[in-house]
């Protein structure tokens, strides 16, 4: 059975750093793309980055270039995503997710999800 297990979240100030991650079990990955996404409270789950399990290529949401990065650790099975110069507008449920759907923006592609960590940012 796959799992997705999310952990790093966390309350901060704006302008500081957190790393969230992704251990992922249950199957081989080649293949799959693993997405990070987010859903603040009143809003829909929105994008936020992904990584293509295999070869590396990385994607992300506007509002996050240049201050995230994903990453992934195939000995671990582990995916990262480190996020820079938090904002406010950061807050919110993050949600790791696995498919295999090429368009790697849309929830609906993921075939799993884990169940998220809070990440809080006070501006």
């Known amino acids: 059975q796959v799992q997705l297990v999310e952990s790093g979240g966390g309350l901060v100030q704006a302008g500081d750093s957190l790393r969230l991650s992704c251990a992922a079990s249950?199957?081989?990955?080649?293949?799959?793309?693993m997405g990070w996404f987010r859903q603040a409270p009143g809003k829909e789950r929105e994008f936020v980055a992904a990584?293509?399990?295999?070869?590396?290529?990385?994607f992300y949401a506007d509002s996050v270039k240049g201050r995230f990065t994903i990453s992934r650790d195939n000995a671990k099975n582990t995916v990262y995503l480190q996020m820079n110069s938090l904002k406010a507008e950061d807050t919110g449920l993050y949600y790791c997710?696995?498919?295999?759907?090429?368009?790697?923006?849309?929830?609906?592609?993921?075939?799993?999800w884990g169940l998220g960590t809070q990440v809080t940012v006070s501006s």
């Open positions: 997710a696995s498919g295999r759907d090429s368009n790697v923006t849309n929830p609906r592609g993921y075939r799993y």
């Open positions: 990584i293509f399990w295999t070869g590396g290529n990385t």
């Open positions: 249950g199957r081989t990955f080649g293949g799959y793309v």
